[in-house]
């Protein structure tokens, strides 16, 4: 795996569901605590993507749905977030 200090934290984040969708546990919970780590000093688009992702990750469904839902208010056009929504909470 590419070095994490030099990954984005959106990529991390992104990473983090892609093993938690496949099962992949721990490597999802180490990608998204990464990715806590890299966007402490990003713009707060990229710390609620990272939010999302890691609640979710940590099974904290309630809270990663309502901070999902209220991300996809502002930016309806998140890739990432309309991902994990779809597959926590298909329809």
Do not use: N, Y
């Not at 721990?26 to 890299?38: G, H």
Request: proline residues 4%.
């Amino acid at each position: 795996m590419a070095d994490r200090d030099s990954t984005p934290a959106v990529t991390l984040a992104a990473r983090a569901w892609q093993a938690w969708t496949q099962g992949q546990v721990a490597s999802a919970q180490a990608l998204a605590q990464a990715a806590e780590v890299a966007v402490r000093q990003r713009p707060r688009k990229e710390r609620q993507q990272v939010q999302v992702v890691a609640l979710a990750v940590s099974g904290d469904l309630d809270r990663a749905s309502g901070l999902a839902s209220e991300h996809l208010a502002e930016f309806p056009g998140d890739e990432l977030i309309q991902q994990v929504r779809a597959w926590a909470w298909p329809s």
